[in-house]
């Protein structure tokens, strides 16, 4: 099928590639020339573990090119929408501008197709409301129908995500219309080698798909707060919360994935789509259901702060102390730093009169720009020399896999943060380091054999059924 993808930032460029991946032509098509250029030449504009050579094979097998002329992509059957929604810069609420935009470029250029259908398919996170105005303003062009599928991809798993999601939503103006059915079709085809492996799919009104996607986002980031909050009481009252994740995540009702206490959730999403779901309730008269939504984003602030105020504790304050932070990125596996944890708590010790050097795989030429006064430095071992407290900001598996003596030969005073809980604490103080964690006021100050609990969020499914008894 010929298609198009409207905004080739980070969900756009990965559906893209995925889309021809799956036999598609495809021509994503973005305002800004120096994005389009890279991906028509191949270069990926970001870190995604295998999105290059899934843009390069696109390329090379005719399937993908790129674009920043709406003209080129007028005889598109299926048009998806894959813009950025980020946080208004006069509030909370989410910046719907780009979007809008895109409809009426892509509105002026479509043609009237006597008897062929075209669809345009939103996939931006929006506020619940949006797909109905979009298809009200597209409904004066013939043969042209709006369908809402949310995106539900995870930064470092983006191209799993996209060729083996969990389930596939589709929201229509009215589901039960004359013509739902086709429109219905027109996508199942585009998704045909993905629902033949038996993915779910869904298909309901177009609020409903809205705010499956808004509450998915809210839902996670609760569940990380709730542990964050766990572990603030451990701080005080004592406990592992590592250990409390890995004790009610077996009960499957609750589950372990997203049960990681740590300095936090950051990136370009679950922070904002809190914020933009609670002001679009606020605006709609019923932000007093979310409130505790505020909550939720308050929690997530103040790890940020305790990892500071930890670090000052661990020095005995924090002016001209040496400081190595490990990870600048939001997570692992990207290079995206869109309100990073990592980074919040670097410029807050560099603010605090720290020197602060930070190390990260992939996100330091963007550390660079946004943080000019830090030093940056790519080589680990370089960046560990010197340092008088080392801090675990985001959980790359090279820090995973630090091995406490290495890195004792290099730092000038054994002391460091796991802001992750992803280190074994009794292995490196037997390797004479002081050790402290959030959430772990027990191992911080008792010895414990316990290593962390493994909820890394890798695996798409739950680990393997509980043994039952049988009945008897
Ligand atoms: C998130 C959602 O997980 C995706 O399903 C969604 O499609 C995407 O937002 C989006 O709306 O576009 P992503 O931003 O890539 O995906 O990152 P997550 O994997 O959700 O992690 C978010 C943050 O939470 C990271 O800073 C991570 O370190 C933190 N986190 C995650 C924890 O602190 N603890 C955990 O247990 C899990």
Redesign the pocket.
């Given at each position: 099928m010929r298609i198009s993808v409207i905004g080739v930032g980070y969900?756009g460029a990965v559906h893209a590639a995925a889309l021809a991946e799956l036999g598609h032509d495809v021509t994503g098509l973005d305002i800004d020339p120096d994005r389009v250029a890279a991906l028509q030449a191949g270069n990926a504009p970001f870190h995604e573990p295998g999105f290059a050579d899934l843009l390069v094979q696109g390329l090379a097998s005719g399937r993908l090119r790129f674009t920043t002329d709406y003209a080129d992509i007028a005889d598109a059957e299926v048009h998806f929408l894959g813009l950025g929604t980020p946080q208004r810069t006069d509030g909370h609420g989410a910046d719907l501008s780009h979007l809008e935009a895109a409809v009426e470029a892509l509105a002026a250029v479509l043609p009237a197709r006597s008897g062929a259908r075209t669809l345009v398919v939103g996939k931006s996170?929006v506020p619940a409301g949006t797909a109905r105005s979009l298809a009200a303003r597209l409904s004066a062009v013939d043969g042209v129908s709006l369908l809402w599928n949310p995106?539900?991809?995870?930064?470092?798993f983006a191209v799993r995500?996209s060729l083996s999601p969990d389930r596939i939503i589709y929201g229509l103006a009215d589901p039960v219309a004359p013509g739902a059915a086709e429109q219905v079709a027109l996508l199942d085809a585009v998704y045909e080698r993905i629902l033949a492996l038996g993915m779910p799919r869904l298909v309901m009104d177009f609020e409903t798909a809205e705010l499956v996607?808004v509450s998915?986002?809210a839902f996670?980031a609760t569940?990380?707060s709730f542990?964050?909050a766990i572990a603030e009481v451990c701080e005080t009252v004592g406990g592992d919360v590592t250990q409390i994740a890995r004790a009610i995540g077996m009960d499957e009702r609750i589950g372990s994935?997203?049960?990681?206490?740590?300095?936090?959730?950051?990136?370009?999403?679950?922070p904002k789509?809190l914020r933009a779901f609670l002001a679009s309730a606020e605006e709609r008269g019923v932000g007093e259901a979310l409130s505790f939504l505020h909550e939720i984003d308050a929690i997530n602030q103040r790890r940020r702060t305790r990892v500071v105020d930890l670090a000052a504790e661990m020095l005995g304050g924090l002016q001209g102390r040496r400081i190595t932070v490990l990870g600048a990125a939001?997570?692992p596996d990207?290079d995206d730093i869109r309100d990073?944890?990592a980074l919040e708590v670097a410029e807050r010790l560099l603010l605090a009169g720290a020197q602060v050097r930070i190390t990260d795989p992939a996100a330091l030429l963007a550390t660079a720009r946004r943080l000019p006064t830090a030093e940056v430095e790519p080589d680990l071992a370089s960046a560990l020399r010197g340092a008088e407290l080392v801090v675990l900001a985001?959980?790359w598996q090279q820090y995973r896999d630090l091995d406490p003596d290495w890195a004792a030969s290099l730092v000038r005073a054994r002391r460091i943060l796991d802001g992750?809980n992803v280190l074994a604490p009794q292995e490196w103080r037997e390797a004479g380091w002081e050790i402290r964690a959030l959430g772990r006021a027990s191992t911080a100050d008792t010895v414990s054999t316990a290593a962390p609990a493994s909820?890394a969020?890798t695996a798409r499914t739950p680990g393997s059924e509980p043994r039952r008894l049988q009945p008897v």
């Open positions: 969900l996170t995106e539900f991809l995870r930064e470092g995500d996607k998915a986002n996670l569940k990380i542990i964050n994935r997203f049960l990681r206490a740590g300095i936090g959730f950051g990136g370009g999403c679950l789509d939001f997570k990207s990073s944890p985001t959980e992750r909820t969020d």
